[in-house]
């Protein structure tokens, strides 16, 4: 149950304040009363007044004079102005220096009936202002506890994409290891092949372990750890062959990073094991953004295709770029007139507007 509003009367006229006294009073306000200005605002200060009604012409200080006090304390109440002047420049004086509502001052019928009525309307004024804020707190608070929430979980996500980078790392690790250990050159190739494809979605996790943003990657970083990474791993693998790379700056959903890491992988390690047979030679990745969409070429100048009688990408491997393009909705493009094999795939770096 809401208790009743407390008005604190200021007026320099003590039967006036009588008078208001108990006309409020029984109309449920509890009335206390105040004969000057600074008697008046050193019982604000001491709080629990929910209303004042304040006089113009008092001794010490008038009504205007006191109204820039009472609005500057931590916890205002609200002020209704009452004056015997009829002139409105008062009024509109009291209104710019903060009161909420004014009363012109006629000692006959209307004169309590209206100082009613703006203090009820003032008062309201007040709640409803008292609730605008305590909503905007709820929602700065209610934001606050979403910001904390949320950056708890982008700390966790980080986390956990750097423990599975740790652990796809290790996976990479052990199959080298059976790659070394074992004497078929053809096993080795494919572990190999293997080893290029954990680490395209390792490179991924680490790249997302170091970011604020978990939604994208940067695809220029990525792919570039990514060569750097297959670059060590087929340095002591018998192939003809080192990498070189020129990628444009270009964030991408880092879903589809994957997707493009793998195509990448599967085609340099096709590169560098059949380009280049019998001496050393380069392969080539190139990136091109142009807005949205993006362009990436692995090219080399070997033998080509046709003379090794083996297309780029030939089995599982070639069952990879097939479907990790098709997820892409990517082109695949194999220039023929290209000395050696260059083979260029052409994507959007978000989701195509016209794929599903």
Same mark, same amino acid.
């Given at each position: 149950?809401?208790?009743?509003?407390?008005?604190?009367?200021?007026?320099?006229?003590?039967?006036?304040? #009588?008078?208001? @006294?108990?006309?409020?009073?029984?109309?449920?306000?509890? /009335?206390?009363? *105040?004969? +000057?200005?600074?008697?008046? !605002?050193?019982?604000?200060?001491?709080?629990?007044?929910?209303?004042?009604?304040?006089?113009?012409?008092?001794?010490?200080?008038?009504?205007?004079?006191?109204?820039?006090?009472?609005?500057?304390?931590?916890?205002?109440?609200?002020?209704?102005?009452?004056?015997?002047?009829?002139?409105?420049?008062?009024?509109?004086?009291?209104?710019?220096?903060?009161?909420?509502?004014?009363?012109?001052?006629?000692?006959?019928?209307?004169?309590?009936?209206?100082?009613?009525?703006?203090?009820?309307?003032?008062?309201?004024? #007040?709640?409803? @202002?008292?609730?605008?804020?305590?909503?905007?707190?709820? /929602?700065?608070? *209610?934001? +606050?506890?979403?910001?904390? !929430?949320?950056?708890?979980?982008?700390?966790?996500?980080?986390?956990?994409?750097?423990?599975?980078?740790?652990?796809?790392?290790?996976?990479?690790?052990?199959?080298?290891?059976?790659?070394?250990?074992?004497?078929?050159?053809?096993?080795?190739?494919?572990?190999?092949?293997?080893?290029?494809?954990?680490?395209?979605?390792?490179?991924?996790?680490?790249?997302?372990?170091?970011?604020?943003?978990?939604?994208?990657?940067?695809?220029?970083?990525?792919?570039?750890?990514?060569?750097?990474?297959?670059?060590?791993?087929?340095?002591? @693998?018998?192939?003809?062959?080192?990498?070189?790379?020129?990628?444009?700056? *270009?964030?991408?959903?880092?879903?589809?990073?994957?997707?493009?890491?793998?195509?990448?992988?599967?085609?340099?390690?096709?590169?560098?094991?059949?380009?280049?047979?019998?001496?050393?030679?380069?392969?080539?990745?190139?990136?091109?953004?142009?807005?949205?969409?993006?362009?990436?070429?692995?090219?080399?100048?070997?033998?080509?295709?046709?003379?090794?009688?083996?297309?780029?990408?030939?089995?599982?491997?070639?069952?990879?770029?097939?479907?990790?393009?098709?997820?892409?909705?990517?082109?695949?493009?194999?220039?023929?007139?290209?000395?050696?094999?260059?083979?260029?795939?052409?994507?959007?770096?978000?989701?195509?507007?016209?794929?599903?």
């Amino acid at each position: 149950m809401e208790s009743s509003p407390v008005v604190l009367y200021v007026d320099d006229d003590p039967g006036l304040c #009588r008078l208001a @006294e108990k006309d409020l009073a029984r109309h449920g306000y509890v /009335v206390e009363t *105040a004969t +000057d200005g600074l008697t008046g !605002l050193a019982r604000i200060e001491q709080g629990g007044i929910d209303i004042v009604a304040l006089d113009h012409h008092m001794p010490g200080k008038t009504g205007l004079e006191l109204i820039p006090t009472i609005r500057a304390l931590p916890e205002p109440p609200s002020i209704v102005y009452v004056t015997g002047e009829s002139q409105s420049k008062i009024a509109v004086a009291a209104l710019k220096a903060g009161a909420d509502d004014y009363v012109i001052k006629e000692l006959n019928g209307e004169f309590f009936p209206l100082l009613r009525a703006a203090l009820a309307s003032s008062l309201h004024a #007040r709640k409803l @202002e008292r609730g605008r804020r305590e909503a905007e707190a709820e /929602v700065r608070a *209610a934001r +606050d506890r979403f910001q904390a !929430l949320a950056e708890e979980r982008a700390v966790l996500i980080r986390e956990m994409n750097h423990r599975v980078g740790n652990s796809l790392q290790l996976v990479a690790s052990l199959l080298n290891m059976q790659a070394s250990a074992n004497p078929d050159p053809e096993v080795k190739s494919v572990l190999a092949t293997a080893v290029g494809r954990v680490l395209a979605v390792s490179q991924v996790h680490r790249r997302l372990y170091t970011s604020d943003d978990v939604h994208t990657v940067s695809l220029d970083l990525y792919l570039g750890g990514l060569i750097e990474d297959l670059s060590r791993t087929v340095d002591g @693998e018998d192939k003809s062959g080192q990498i070189s790379f020129q990628i444009d700056p *270009a964030e991408i959903l880092t879903d589809r990073a994957v997707a493009v890491g793998v195509i990448m992988t599967e085609l340099v390690l096709n590169a560098l094991k059949y380009a280049y047979p019998d001496r050393d030679g380069t392969v080539r990745v190139i990136g091109r953004s142009a807005g949205r969409r993006f362009a990436l070429t692995v090219e080399d100048d070997g033998i080509g295709p046709g003379e090794s009688g083996k297309a780029v990408g030939t089995g599982l491997g070639r069952r990879i770029i097939q479907a990790l393009a098709t997820k892409l909705a990517a082109e695949i493009e194999h220039d023929v007139q290209h000395r050696g094999t260059r083979v260029t795939i052409r994507f959007d770096s978000d989701e195509p507007q016209n794929h599903a």
